[in-house]
Nanobody
């Protein structure tokens, strides 16, 4: 079993900042890609950012230059620093990891429960 616990969401004014965290725990042999997705009301879930095990990053065009993803492999944790937040960033943010639980198993896709980010004055 692998559990993902997210934290850091909340209400922030436009132009403000938030930092999301997602910690993976349980039976973990290795974690490949970690990432963040978001889903706004009435919209489909979309990719925000991903980071590979060798720290290659990928960002949605809408967040480039404002959001920064990072990871701490010693803590099995991924972070999303969000600056210059806009009302259109309002969404539930979900953590996603590709995790191997045993040496000889394949990678499993796991999701966090989601954390709400609201950008409003």
């Amino acid at each position: 079993q692998v559990q993902l616990v997210e934290s850091g969401g909340g209400l922030v004014q436009p132009g403000g900042s938030l930092r999301l965290s997602c910690a993976a725990s349980g039976t973990i042999f290795s974690i490949k890609t970690m990432g963040w997705y978001r889903q706004a009301p009435g919209k489909q879930r979309e990719l925000v950012s991903t980071i590979t095990s060798d720290d290659n990053t990928n960002y949605a065009e809408s967040v480039k230059g404002r959001f920064t993803i990072s990871r701490d492999n010693s803590k099995n944790t991924v972070y999303l620093q969000m600056n210059s937040l806009k009302p259109e960033d309002t969404a539930v943010y979900y953590c996603n990891v590709a995790v191997k639980v045993f040496r000889n198993s394949g990678y499993l896709d796991r999701w966090g429960q989601g954390t709400l980010v609201t950008v409003s004055s």
